[in-house]
């Protein structure tokens, strides 16, 4: 059973909408960056440009929470993640987590100033990379059972947690800098997607949930980490805990996109009351309806 004829157009609006504020935010984000940023002092210069910015941050993600309460959307819809798409970004998301986790073991190992919660990230990592490509091989049928990859999920969570919280307690970046308060919202977004993925895993699944923290997690990941990136390229930023911290907010952005173009384009259903997995003629019936 597909998504009913009314809430696809809303659904695809919405989705559409996030990708333009996504494209908008990493532009405006970027300009502000290098236009405004006091690297002497950590801050933001106080003017017109910074204050917009701040509005329509703030603005952005308001309206795409209510954008995605207010749409007209199937509740027994389910975010199918075995599609071609969502199968490559999975690969990247766990390359992603991968590459972040060798960072800061290279950190952890060679600097001075390694701490436990470095040693949490670096194996939280390594978990968070065989829940993504989990993803991948599920959608194959060769890879471990929908609660095994929940767990999996919920050591994603804990990874990002981790992250946030070197940020938050790292002494020797300023507390409120706009670069730390820019990633915190993007990991704290892709906190709240990688949660909406594994209530799908374990036959719990909120189309409105996964629709606002998808549309979220796209929206602050671009404008927080690609502003950071490329300023990190042209004015090396002192800790490199922030540009690994960037790119882990890119990937997994890019994979919330990945996921929204799929829940816009080929939204399945199935049984509300449906709390087993498919088997696997109804899977390949459903994947045939999605692509």
């Known amino acids: ?36 940023y006091d690297a002497g002092v950590g801050y933001f210069k106080s003017n017109a440009v910074t204050v917009i910015f701040t509005l329509f941050y703030v603005g952005g993600v308001i309206w795409l929470l209510l954008s995605a309460i207010i749409a007209k959307q199937d509740r027994s819809s389910e975010t199918p993640t075995n599609g071609k798409l969502n199968g490559v970004f999975d690969l990247i998301a766990a390359a992603t987590a991968i590459a972040t986790s060798v960072v800061w073991a290279l950190l952890y190992f060679v600097g001075s100033r390694s701490n436990a919660i470095s040693i949490v990230t670096v194996i939280c990592g390594i978990l968070s990379a065989l829940y993504f490509a989990s993803h991948f091989f599920r959608a194959r049928r060769s890879a471990p059972s929908a609660s095994v990859a929940a767990l999996l999920g919920f050591a994603t969570v804990l990874w990002l947690i981790s992250i946030v919280a070197y940020m938050h307690f ?115 019936e459903r994947t045939e309806q999605c692509e």
């Open 170 to 284: 790292d002494n020797f970046v300023t507390m409120n800098s706009p670069i730390k308060t820019l990633l915190v919202f993007g990991l704290a977004a892709a906190m709240f997607a990688t949660l909406a993925d594994v209530r799908r895993l374990i036959g719990r699944h909120i189309p409105r949930y996964s629709l606002s923290a998808h549309s979220i997690t796209l929206f602050c990941g671009c404008a927080s980490s690609i502003p950071v990136i490329l300023y990190g390229i042209i004015s090396p930023i002192s800790d490199p805990h922030y540009t690994a911290a960037a790119l882990t907010v890119l990937g997994l952005s890019a994979l919330s996109g990945a996921r929204l173009y799929t829940i816009a384009h080929g939204a399945c259903s199935i049984s509300s009351d449906t709390r087993t997995e498919p088997t696997a003629d109804i899977q390949e």
């Open 1 to 36: 059973m597909k998504s009913t004829p009314s809430s696809r157009p809303c659904v695809r609006l919405c989705a559409a909408i996030a990708a333009i504020l996504a494209a908008v935010g990493a532009i405006f984000g970027s300009l502000m960056l290098f236009l405004n």
